[in-house]
T-cell receptor
């Protein structure tokens, strides 16, 4: 059973371009979470999704950022018109239900660099 | 406060015990976690504790939970250079998401 898969692991974008980060949850998991880690900082919650629904997006910037988790395929975190301040590590996690105990699994992260 | 708080740095000598402290925010949090992150890497779940427990031991790791003070600690016995990393505590808030602390950078010197 593969773990949470994120790709790309490293992504370089020029200012103004779009970045798409993908997350394939563990098999059987229907809940996905995205976190952002700015350099030298902790992880900040961005968004919580279930299949085809956004449950909690209280941590998402209001502009340029969007997330989806379609019925088929991976979850996508999309950043439009990237700026230098978007440079960060983006982590995805999945769980089979509302998280408890050791049911939350993290991916290895996607490192976005905006030049 | 709104933030899960941790001290930023801890430096210990190899072989000594390390104690990393955390103050969390939500007295109704059901689970509390400790994660380890090495440079450029993802998160490794070290251990977690259910809120009805006050202590959990797992090999070199001991977690203490004081619910009254909303204080969580992680003790690493016989600290090794390989334990050098950033350690994050986290709580489950409002049943639906993990909220992380600011992280404690542990440096182990010979």
């Amino acid at each position: 059973n593969a773990g949470v898969m994120q790709n790309p692991r490293h992504l370089v974008r020029r200012r103004g371009q779009e970045a798409r980060l993908r997350c394939s949850p563990m098999k059987g998991h229907s809940h996905v979470y995205w976190y952002r880690q700015l350099p030298e900082e902790g992880l900040k919650f961005m968004v919580y999704l279930q299949k085809e629904n956004i449950i909690d997006e209280s941590g998402m910037p209001k502009e340029r950022f969007s997330a989806e988790f379609p019925k088929e395929g991976p979850s996508i975190l999309r950043i439009q018109q990237v700026v230098r301040g978007d440079s960060a590590a983006y982590f995805c996690a999945s769980s089979p239900r509302i998280p408890d105990g050791n049911t939350i699994y993290f991916g290895e992260g996607s490192w976005l660099t905006v030049v | 406060g709104e933030d899960v708080e941790q001290s930023l740095f801890l430096s210990v000598r190899e072989g000594d015990s390390s104690v990393i402290n955390c103050t969390y925010t939500d007295s109704s949090s059901t689970y509390l976690y400790w994660y380890k992150q090495e440079p450029g890497a993802g998160l490794q779940l070290l251990t977690y504790i259910f809120s009805n427990m006050d202590m959990k031991q797992d090999q070199r790791l001991t977690v203490l939970l004081n619910k009254k003070d909303k204080h969580l600690s992680l003790r690493i016995a016989d600290t090794q250079t390989g334990d050098s990393a950033i350690y994050f505590c986290a709580e489950i808030k409002k049943v639906d998401k993990l909220i992380f602390g600011t992280g404690t950078r542990l440096q182990v010197f010979p």
